[in-house]
């Protein structure tokens, strides 16, 4: 079993920046792929970013590219994730998910934990 909690979450002027953080707590969360998923009001919940167990693998969504940035500390069962240029549509809520495979998906069915999620309101 893997818990997470998201935090890092608020309110932010575009072009600022926020700094999500998921910590998680299981034996096993050095093995897990994680990934950052979004859901913005009325709309389907979108892939973000992930990152492989390791770290040395990443994927983004083409409309962060190059402003967000997803990372991980494996001694403090953390995965991050480091927005930049915010933008007006980049508001939603935010989750972070668990992945048992190791292979970096950028679907959410693949995913078998999720958090709770945390609100980001970019203000224009």
């Known amino acids: 079993q893997v818990q997470l909690v998201e935090s890092g979450g608020g309110l932010v002027q575009a072009g600022g920046s926020l700094r999500l953080s998921c910590a998680a707590s299981?034996?096993?969360?050095?093995?897990?792929?994680m990934g950052w998923f979004r859901q913005a009001p009325g709309k389907e919940r979108e892939f973000v970013a992930a990152?492989?167990?390791?770290?040395?693998?990443?994927k983004y969504a083409d409309s962060v590219k190059g402003r967000f940035t997803i990372s991980r500390d494996i001694a403090k069962n953390t995965v991050y994730l480091q927005m930049n240029s915010l933008k007006p549509e980049d508001t939603a809520v935010y989750y972070c998910?668990?992945?048992?495979?190791?292979?970096?998906?950028?679907?959410?069915?693949?995913?078998?934990?999720w958090g709770q999620g945390t609100q980001v309101t970019v203000s224009s």
């Open positions: 990152i492989s167990w390791s770290g040395g693998s990443t």
């Open positions: 299981g034996r096993t969360f050095s093995s897990y792929a």
């Open positions: 998910a668990a992945d048992s495979t190791t292979v970096v998906h950028v679907t959410d069915l693949f995913y078998d934990y």
